[in-house]
């Protein structure tokens, strides 16, 4: 771990009031939530289509049993639980430190860390719509049903509210998110390496002070950043300490 680096990240934020935090599949890893991207050898045993093509919208509607087969194995988590960087952004929330998080993950860990201004650019496996009436269903329901999960009322299919490839962004999401991206004072890219568009040209919006990037690998914005921290997310935010 590099204790420059922390501190200065703790400085940067002890200075800061309106932080943004942008992150991705990364903040979720040290939850022991996998990005359905990776190309795993047990994904390739059990799957004959590539990950991108079995979240796509096509595909859903084309071999929706395969879809909600994938989709309840790889992309949905109930035994999550947030990890330090979940807990430490909702402390600085709670502290009037930061004033959004805009994340690309469904998984809803920050919500269950107790974060509120949550912007969620791609949805969330918690909120599950029938398509013909659109009752609510939760993700248990969605769970625990063999196959096709479908209405009790009408049955209709019922579709998680989750973007698929070949969807659009949610336009109020994708505004309130460009909207405090803007307004921020610094902006925490976390845990994604930038490369999923329109979420990732967000970040063009941002005209504050401090640019930090916490991720693994090297990202496109690098070097725009005021600092690049490649540790664990978790172990880095852990040891912010938050101070109004
Ligand atoms: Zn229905």
Same mark, same amino acid.
């Given at each position: ?22 992150? /991705?599949?990364?903040?979720?890893? !040290?939850? &022991?939530?996998?990005?359905? =991207? ?5 994904? @390739?045993?059990? *799957? ?65 860390? /107790?974060?509120?201004?949550?912007? !969620?650019? &791609?949805?969330?496996?918690? =909120? ?5 009436? @659109?009752?609510? *269903? ?107």
């Amino acid at each position: 771990m590099d204790q420059e680096k922390i501190a200065k990240l703790q400085q940067m934020i002890d200075e800061s009031h309106k932080i943004v935090f942008f992150g /991705g599949a990364g903040v979720s890893t !040290e939850s &022991h939530i996998p990005d359905f =991207r990776s190309t795993d050898g047990l994904y @390739h045993q059990t *799957y004959k289509y590539p990950p991108e093509v079995m979240v796509s919208h096509s595909f859903y509607v084309q071999h929706t049993e395969e879809f909600f087969d994938f989709y309840k194995n790889k992309m949905v988590f109930l035994d999550a639980k947030p990890n330090k960087a979940h807990l430490k952004l909702a402390e600085l929330e709670k502290a009037g430190k930061l004033s959004a998080i805009v994340t690309q993950n469904i998984d809803g860990l920050h919500q269950m860390a /107790g974060s509120k201004k949550v912007y !969620e650019l &791609h949805g969330s496996v918690h =909120r599950n719509y029938c398509e013909k009436c @659109h009752r609510f *269903y939760d993700v248990n329901y969605v769970m625990k049903t063999k196959g096709i999960p479908y209405c009790e009322e009408c049955g209709g299919i019922i579709k998680p509210d989750v973007v698929l490839y070949e969807e659009g962004l949610d336009g109020n999401i994708m505004q309130g998110a460009i909207n405090a991206i803007a307004d921020a004072d610094m902006l925490i890219i976390g845990g994604t390496s930038l490369v999923v568009y329109p979420a990732a040209g967000m970040i063009d919006y941002f005209r504050g002070k401090y640019l930090a990037v916490l991720n693994r690998d090297a990202t496109s914005r690098d070097k725009q950043a005021d600092l690049c921290i490649t540790d664990p997310i978790g172990e880095v935010l852990g040891q912010i300490k938050v101070r109004s």
